[in-house]
């Protein structure tokens, strides 16, 4: 029983520090992967969400304060398309991401519900429990960041962004907040993992090893 629970201790610290180690940037500059192989559809196939898209276009219109001049205009319809071709790669990297990412997350929470679960009635795990509780709500926060820069993504690469430059440059201001409130948010969970969760569970494993050490 000892040894089952130093090895779910062992492997919890593991865990945390293996899921906390992210780089969005590592990501992006990843290639991209096959499409068929992660079950992405296609930006020609997704022509149906042509509508959508043109609504949420206009609701960040009306929200920006971003006005382009004729000049602006003009140059933003000349490159737009070149950097079109460039979103659906990354959306696609960063979908694969989000699913990876998530795995890890879940994985944790699974391992430290199992660990709390062996520790109860050994150890005061209440202070495990509200991390626990912290990592889930946390977790829910990173697939929401996720979700809004992959529309972003997907509105880049399905708008009609010569007709429409200012939607373009609005959509691509909105893309650009949205990486940045994923990047925060990553960070925001790394830090909570290494600097919170990481030395109570090692507190506790100190904890259970000298309890152990003071029993033989």
Known sequence: MRG???GLL???VFAVCLVANTDVLAVENAPAPDP???????????QGDQEAVRTR???RK????????????????????AAQAKVEPLRLKID???AEKGRQYDG???RLASLSTRLSGA???SQLSAQITELQSRVSSFKVATENYKLTLLDLALMDCTADPTGFRVTLESARKARQDLVQELQSTATFLNQTLKPNVQALQLKMKNGANDGA
């Open 4 to 6: 089952r629970t130093f």
């Open 10 to 12: 062992a492997g919890a």
């Open 36 to 46: 068929g192989m992660v079950g992405i559809t296609s930006t020609e196939e997704n």
């Open 57 to 59: 276009v206009a609701e």
């Open 62 to 81: 009306q929200n920006a304060t971003t006005r382009l001049t004729a000049a602006e205009q003009r140059r933003t319809q000349a490159r737009c398309k």
């Open 96 to 98: 694969t991401f989000e």
């Open 108 to 110: 944790l929470a699974n």
């Open 123 to 125: 150890a005061d795990i």
